[in-house]
């Protein structure tokens, strides 16, 4: 048989980490239930799955009633201030009549008095008529952050009471990945640190964003969270993450794509000054991004065999390819 034609890479010298594949999730930095701040019926409700950005309304409650309140506070404010107007002539009538020793001080104290009570009325007047204007700016139930409907929790034509449940949103636009990583690990572990993580087949790197330095009792477990730009990562999604156990050491690495599956084993290929092939059994001590290491020696400069060893057998001549 002619020589089988394959493609190589060099095995080289780098500084490798063991790792621990520990599982993840996928999390929303924001996951909200709604619920309305004030009284009455729901008048509009947005449909499951719209995506809304901040400030936009998702929700309406019928605002008649709190309209009515507004107004109702504003003519009690206005008569207070009606009857101010009053009491201010009074004062003035009575300190000229006091100048003239027409009236006593006690009199004129009197009217100061009201005078000072009316003003701390209109001052409540003030605030209820805020209060009624900032309910009734309430009847709009609005997005507090970007993201999509989830669920609702209401129903159009419902009478709801303040603190009833409205609406699920759901910031599908900034998240995170969240995992219980032993507590052995937390001396490898540092904010801002690069990991990596796998996916639906896809591999990436995300840093640390946070570590909890608080283990459970129970499962001996801190909590990490890693930032995530990819937008192919949804929310619920299961992912394993690779987090070093060990502290960096120099080691002999070549890229994973060399790893050939076969049955349950992992193997490799590499190929002597003769140009045939030596298979050899591989286990993965170190895990760096898209380089790993084997438990064998292997050693700088070896030719490993990437592309066409699917195929091979050992001590099989092979001609090399150029890459």
Request: proline share 4%; net charge neutral; aromatic share 4%.
């Given at each position: 048989?002619?020589?089988?034609?394959?493609?190589?890479?060099?095995?080289?010298?780098?500084?490798?980490?063991?790792?621990?594949?520990?599982?993840?999730?996928?999390?929303?930095?924001?996951?909200?239930?709604?619920?309305?701040?004030?009284?009455?019926?729901?008048?509009?409700?947005?449909?499951?799955?719209?995506?809304?950005?901040?400030?936009?309304?998702?929700?309406?409650?019928?605002?008649?009633?709190?309209?009515?309140?507004?107004?109702?506070?504003?003519?009690?404010?206005?008569?207070?201030?009606?009857?101010?107007?009053?009491?201010?002539?009074?004062?003035?009538?009575?300190?000229?009549?006091?100048?003239?020793?027409?009236?006593?001080?006690?009199?004129?104290?009197?009217?100061?008095?009201?005078?000072?009570?009316?003003?701390?009325?209109?001052?409540?007047?003030?605030?209820?008529?805020?209060?009624?204007?900032?309910?009734?700016?309430?009847?709009?139930?609005?997005?507090?952050?970007?993201?999509?409907?989830?669920?609702?929790?209401?129903?159009?034509?419902?009478?709801?009471?303040?603190?009833?449940?409205?609406?699920?949103?759901?910031?599908?636009?900034?998240?995170?990945?969240?995992?219980?990583?032993?507590?052995?690990?937390?001396?490898?572990?540092?904010?801002?640190?690069?990991?990596?993580?796998?996916?639906?087949?896809?591999?990436?790197?995300?840093?640390v964003k946070a570590i909890v330095p608080v283990g459970d009792k129970v499962s001996r477990m801190v909590e990490v969270r890693l930032g995530v730009s990819s937008?192919?990562?949804?929310?619920?999604?299961?992912?394993?993450?690779?987090?070093?156990?060990?502290?960096?050491?120099?080691?002999?690495?070549?890229?994973?794509?060399?790893?050939?599956?076969?049955?349950?084993?992992?193997?490799?290929?590499?190929?002597?000054?003769?140009?045939?092939?030596?298979?050899?059994?591989?286990?993965?001590?170190?895990?760096?991004?898209?380089?790993?290491?084997i438990g064998h020696k292997l050693e700088s400069g070896d030719k490993i065999v990437i592309r066409g060893g699917e195929r091979l057998m050992p001590d099989q001549?092979?001609?090399?390819?150029?890459?």
């Amino acid at each position: 048989m002619p020589p089988a034609q394959v493609s190589v890479v060099l095995a080289e010298e780098r500084m490798m980490a063991p790792t621990m594949q520990i599982s993840g999730s996928v999390i929303s930095l924001y996951d909200a239930n709604l619920s309305t701040q004030v009284s009455g019926e729901l008048e509009w409700i947005a449909e499951v799955g719209t995506v809304f950005q901040k400030g936009e309304t998702i929700a309406k409650i019928v605002p008649t009633l709190l309209t009515i309140n507004l107004q109702s506070a504003k003519a009690q404010l206005q008569k207070l201030q009606a009857d101010l107007e009053f009491r201010e002539q009074e004062v003035k009538r009575f300190k000229t009549l006091a100048t003239t020793d027409n009236t006593s001080k006690a009199r004129l104290q009197e009217e100061h008095s009201k005078r000072n009570m009316l003003l701390q009325d209109i001052q409540a007047a003030n605030a209820e008529v805020e209060k009624a204007k900032y309910f009734l700016s309430q009847a709009d139930i609005k997005a507090p952050f970007s993201g999509h409907i989830v669920s609702r929790l209401a129903t159009k034509g419902e009478f709801l009471s303040v603190g009833d449940k409205v609406i699920r949103l759901v910031d599908t636009f900034n998240r995170e990945v969240t995992l219980n990583a032993p507590i052995d690990l937390l001396p490898y572990l540092k904010k801002g640190m690069l990991v990596e993580v796998i996916s639906a087949g896809k591999t990436e790197s995300f840093p640390v964003k946070a570590i909890v330095p608080v283990g459970d009792k129970v499962s001996r477990m801190v909590e990490v969270r890693l930032g995530v730009s990819s937008r192919d990562l949804v929310t619920g999604m299961p992912v394993t993450v690779n987090l070093p156990k060990a502290i960096p050491l120099m080691g002999i690495a070549i890229p994973r794509d060399a790893l050939i599956i076969k049955g349950t084993e992992l193997i490799i290929y590499r190929i002597d000054d003769s140009m045939k092939s030596e298979r050899i059994k591989a286990q993965i001590t170190a895990i760096d991004g898209l380089w790993v290491t084997i438990g064998h020696k292997l050693e700088s400069g070896d030719k490993i065999v990437i592309r066409g060893g699917e195929r091979l057998m050992p001590d099989q001549t092979v001609s090399i390819l150029e890459n």
